[in-house]
């Protein structure tokens, strides 16, 4: 099972598990099994009852591993409705020195991230942003001097600026998923919400950029 990976969708009426193999740049279908819940233990996505969800979770693990062995890891997509998306960005002095490294990006990336961080603080429905988890971003645009680029790297200019929206969901969503993973003998791989995962499998990144800036003239309009 090294060269495989083990996801979950742990949804409102069912778990599906899924075996994934990597081919190339490519992932392709292994096998699969879904159960559903036989009882109220989720709604809209969150989990009520962590030991009943980790009861099914277990019967879709068991099944696969009869066919292709331990499974220990797993890759989950946690539904979107809990969740808040903050857009912000942040601002690097360049003066006229190009950027020459991924990690300068990461770095840009994650402050403007931080800065949405900062910015949920400021909604009047959360008491503190402690309570929420960053569960995963993306970049809106990068600018070198105000303009949209497609790259930062060696690009000379004044200033360069990222933009991102990053998502966050609540505290006690992330951890009862973990319990639930945790009793079904499971350790948490990596985690994205059914939205984000839905976007990155069906839409081009060039589209995603496109529908963003329709949306953003949408809101000016109204």
Not at 49 to 69: A, F, M, R, Y
Request: charged letters at 25%; proline letters at 3%.
């Amino acid at each position: 099972m090294k060269k495989h990976i083990f996801a979950l969708d742990i949804g409102t009426r069912s778990v599906t598990g899924i075996i994934l193999k990597k081919v190339k740049n490519q992932f392709e279908l292994v096998d699969y099994c879904m159960k559903e819940h036989q009882a109220r233990s989720m709604h809209d996505g969150q989990i009520h009852d962590v030991k009943e969800v980790s009861h099914v979770i277990k019967l879709v693990k068991q099944t696969l591993e009869d066919k292709h062995g331990p499974l220990h890891h797993v890759c989950v997509a946690a539904a979107g409705r809990s969740l808040k998306a903050i857009r912000a960005s942040t601002e690097f002095a360049l003066e006229h020195r190009p950027i020459i490294s991924e990690e300068t990006i990461k770095h840009l990336e994650l402050s403007a991230v931080n800065q949405a961080q900062k910015k949920l603080l400021s909604k009047e429905d959360v008491i503190t942003p402690a309570n929420y988890y960053c569960v995963g971003y993306s970049v809106l645009h990068y600018k070198l001097d105000g303009e949209t680029i497609g790259s930062l790297i060696e690009q000379k200019g004044e200033f360069a600026t990222v933009e991102v929206i990053a998502t966050f969901l609540p505290k006690v969503v992330v951890e009862s998923l973990i319990a639930a993973l945790k009793h079904a003998e499971l350790k948490m791989q990596s985690l994205t919400l059914e939205p984000i995962a839905a976007i990155h499998l069906l839409v081009p990144e060039s589209m995603r950029r496109l529908k963003h800036r329709f949306s953003r003239c949408w809101c000016w309009y109204k």
